[in-house]
């Protein structure tokens, strides 16, 4: 087992040490893994081309580790435990020699239809346990997974296929969530009419049975791939450094890219990550809420579970369905331990009324934990009292997809907690805040732009195809560092508080999405010229949509231009990127340069117009009272 940290104290002896020698560190723990060739050396890097390399030389399969590594000893505890949509139907409990016959049948399967080392296979798929199958399956032969989040629309599905030049699809026939059936596989059709060549199968997963068209030559059934395969499969050995997956996500500018992660540092990272911050205990049922199309479920229901032999749970349905009760009924239900959501869940939990939760019971509950957006005072107070029963310890885990792992964080029930504080670096992390110079800011009572020094073994390695991009997105913009695009303040004692993003990414409950993602969604609707999008505080979202547009003539019916412009970012991103609130303006504040002013466009948003700033040197000062005033009548 890696190092289990107990005590604050140990905490702190725990990190000086990994900051003082990070490779004996990391060595120590990467030690307790099955590596089929030891690393000649621990780390090589440099964050200028960027080069990071983690266990250099070393050889291994981190399904081995996930599975055949716990056989012996666990191989009849469950492994995963999947709670459908529908609550009337049974839950599934998969033990650990029953995933392992599943991903080594489906990974022959695989190989059997030609994939092998290297090959991409985008998984487009609900949350089933098929799903996890297919993720390992595809890192059992050493293939690279693309995870897409299965609410993508069709051409955001298509982008992702092309830039990875996928190989295989692997989907299913509709997801089932809450009351609706999502025709998940009509989805990849569309998606593979527009140009996604390298594509030569597509396998489908009976999910819901209803009916889907299959295109003969290139579409198979799941059940029929598998069929006669043997549920034993020699794990393909790759490097240390060789791609595990890519996990596609949005960035200030272009289309989202994809970040890639490797096998070894990811496997250590996660693992080592899982087992202290939530304060993991043999034989716990742990509850993630994540959908596994985001890294969250990557590294924290698949991975960093499986690596540490705990039981996971998979949860196909919404919060909200059938009712506002459903996370506390699976949490008795399978008496779970550790529960991980989101702060936009929590909020629409709470929103709900407290009907939902009083009187409930919930014994097992010991720690809970948050992820993916700030979390804000009352909400916090909600769940340590109602949901916690002000009994348990709540970790507020900040990380990105970049990061593969948590970064910052409180260790349950060690760190002291206080409310929206991410608190202190995981050990191993090394952040500092700097200023617009670069500048690095000292002390505590300090607000700035959040940056790591020192890599840390699940830092991305680069963005698939396009090394540069990687480069000038993280370690441009302050040499030496990764900038991770937050802003975030350090009190008293060294602890964070993480404030938000600093570019143009929006966080809408808790999905990251790039503002100049969503503006040429909106450019390509009927009559619109030019459009600027900016986030606006949402009681529920965290943020919300907030979407100025320029009109090629008057509107005449602004309902049926509104449903024109949702109807076109649905098709063009999906739901998730749906404006909240449209507003036509006659023209956007642009400086004499012709960049827009979206300071001045996120205080109208915000409802802030008391001190907009000087707002003389702009090309066209005159807008700025025009929008503020059509703003009010939204
Ligand atoms: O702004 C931060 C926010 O989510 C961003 C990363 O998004 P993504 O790559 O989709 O990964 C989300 C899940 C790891 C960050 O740049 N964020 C994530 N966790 C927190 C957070 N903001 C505040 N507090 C957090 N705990």
New binding site residues.
């Given amino acids: 087992m890696t190092l289990q940290i107990r005590s604050f104290e140990a905490y702190q002896r725990v990190y000086a040490r990994s900051v003082a020698d990070p490779e004996g560190f990391w060595a120590e723990q990467a030690h307790t893994f099955q590596w089929r060739k030891p690393w000649r050396q621990v780390l090589k890097w440099n964050f200028r081309e960027p080069r990071v390399k983690w266990f250099v030389g070393g050889r291994l399969n981190i399904t081995e580790n996930c599975l055949d590594r716990h056989l012996e000893k666990r191989g009849r505890q469950t492994a995963l435990i999947w709670e459908p949509n529908n609550p009337s139907r049974k839950a599934r409990k998969i033990t650990y020699r029953q995933l392992h016959g599943l991903v080594c049948q489906f990974a022959n399967a695989l190989k059997a239809q030609g994939v092998k080392k290297g090959d991409r296979i985008c998984i487009y798929m609900p949350m089933t346990p098929e799903l996890a199958v297919a993720v390992l399956a595809c890192a059992r032969l050493g293939a690279i997974h693309s995870v897409v989040f299965a609410g993508f629309s069709a051409v955001s599905l298509a982008d992702r296929i092309k830039d990875a030049q996928v190989k295989v699809v692997l989907t299913s026939d509709y997801n089932a969530r809450g009351a609706k059936n999502i025709a998940v596989k009509q989805i990849v059709d569309e998606a593979l009419t527009l140009g996604c060549d390298t594509v030569e199968r597509v396998i489908v997963h009976q999910n819901t049975g209803d009916p889907v068209v299959m295109q003969e030559g290139r579409d198979m059934w799941w059940h029929d791939v598998i069929k006669g395969k043997r549920k034993q499969c020699k794990p393909t050995i790759v490097d240390s450094e060789d791609m595990l997956f890519i996990l596609y996500?949005s960035g200030s500018t272009g289309k989202p890219k994809g970040v890639v992660h490797t096998h070894g540092g990811y496997m250590v990272y996660t693992e080592f990550t899982f087992r202290n911050v939530f304060q993991y205990e043999e034989g716990d049922v742990y509850w993630c809420t994540?959908d596994i199309g985001?890294?969250?479920g990557h590294s924290y229901i698949v991975y960093g579970p499986l690596l540490a032999g705990a039981t996971t749970v998979m949860f196909e349905g919404v919060p909200t369905y059938p009712d506002a009760g459903r996370f506390w009924d699976v949490i008795q239900r399978h008496k779970v331990n550790i529960f991980y959501t989101a702060?936009t869940a929590i909020r629409a939990l709470m929103a709900a009324g407290d009907q939902w939760i009083k009187g409930r019971r919930m014994p097992s509950l010991r720690v809970l934990g948050?992820?993916?957006?700030?979390?804000n005072e009352e909400a916090w107070q909600w769940y340590h009292e109602r949901v916690g029963k002000k009994r348990c310890p709540i970790v507020?885990?900040?990380?990105?997809?970049?990061?593969g792992g948590?970064l910052?964080?409180p260790l349950a029930g060690i760190t002291p907690l206080k409310p929206c504080y991410?608190s202190y670096p995981f050990p191993g992390i090394q952040p500092c805040l700097v200023d617009a110079n670069g500048k690095e800011l000292e002390g505590d009572g300090v607000e700035g732009m959040l940056c790591i020094k020192f890599p840390w073994p699940s830092i991305l390695r680069t963005t698939f195809g396009d090394h540069e991009r990687c480069r000038q997105t993280y370690f441009a913009t302050f040499k030496d560092k990764y900038f991770?695009?937050?802003g975030a303040r350090r009190d008293a004692g060294g602890i964070y508080r993480?404030i938000?993003?600093v570019d143009d990414?929006i966080?809408v409950s808790?999905?990251?999405i790039g503002t100049a993602e969503i503006e040429d969604a909106i450019n390509k609707s009927p009559n619109v010229v030019e459009s600027a999008v900016v986030g606006y505080p949402h009681d529920i979202k965290g943020q919300g949509i907030y979407a100025y547009i320029i009109t090629s003539g008057p509107v005449a019916d602004i309902a049926s231009f509104r449903k024109n412009v949702l109807d076109t970012v649905t098709r063009e991103i999906g739901p998730i990127a749906k404006p909240d609130k449209i507003q036509v303006v006659p023209g956007l504040p642009k400086t004499r340069s012709g960049k827009i002013m979206r300071r001045i466009l996120r205080k109208i948003a915000e409802g802030d117009t008391s001190n907009l700033g000087d707002t003389s040197t702009l090309l066209n000062p005159e807008v700025v009272d025009d929008i503020q005033q059509g703003s009010k009548s939204l």
């Fill in positions: 996500t994540a985001w890294v969250t702060p948050t992820v993916g957006e700030p979390i507020d885990t900040w990380w990105q997809t970049e990061t948590i910052i964080t991410a991770t695009g937050d993480i938000g993003r990414v966080n808790g999905h990251r």
